[in-house]
């Protein structure tokens, strides 16, 4: 069942949504290669070292770019989230002609400038790299969230940490006082 936005896309968008919907997870052949990246990632994150984690979650991104054989993206980490009346932004991918793909995201909470626990700022790595994949890998004309988007997310985070656990409730701290709020918020369902 699509998300409730799906009725006021235009007949293109909705092709492009069932496209989308329709591929539900991402084999990458050679991904236990990076998990030493993903090690990386959460010692940076617990040690509260922004270049630390700038340069794992770089490598992670374009290792993942390269083992899919598609063009890598340049990424950045900043400080504390900025937010608004709508909520906090976790991370953005900006597409332009003719320059990198950008991928940027925040190790701090906004309310408390706590750093992002591991699982969740991962979490948003991996959707912002999905967004990458969704034109680069799959061809599709636009990176929607669906369903099978989400679906290729945790697919990539199982895959990247095949021994994590259940995820914790939103709110509750994780290790060096880290704030978990696991998952961005996503569009309603009909």
């Given at each position: 069942?699509?998300f ?21 997870a ?5 991904i ?7 090690d ?9 070292d ?48 003719s ?10 909470t ?51 940490v095949?021994?994590?656990g259940?995820?914790?409730?939103p ?7 880290a704030?978990?709020?696991e ?8």
């Amino acid at each position: 069942m699509p998300f409730a936005y799906y009725d006021r896309l235009s007949a293109r968008a909705r092709a492009i949504y069932r496209q989308s919907d329709a591929v539900t997870a991402l084999r990458v052949p050679g991904i236990e290669t990076l998990r030493p990246q993903v090690d990386a990632l959460r010692a940076g994150l617990e040690r509260d070292d922004r270049g630390d984690v700038e340069r794992s979650a770089s490598r992670l991104a374009n290792g993942l770019a390269e083992l899919l054989g598609v063009p890598p993206v340049s990424l950045k980490v900043l400080a504390v989230r900025p937010s608004s009346s709508w909520g906090e932004l976790h991370g953005l991918y900006t597409r332009e002609a003719s320059r990198t793909p950008r991928i940027e995201l925040w190790m701090r909470t906004a309310r408390h400038a706590r750093v992002v626990a591991f699982r969740t700022f991962l979490r948003t790595l991996l959707h912002e790299v999905g967004h990458h994949l969704d034109y680069e890998h799959l061809g599709l004309a636009d990176s929607l969230h669906t369903e099978g988007f989400f679906r290729r997310e945790s697919s990539l985070f199982k895959q990247l940490v095949p021994d994590a656990g259940p995820a914790r409730r939103p709110g509750r701290a994780g290790p060096a006082g880290a704030q978990d709020s696991e998952e961005s918020p996503r569009p309603g369902r009909k």
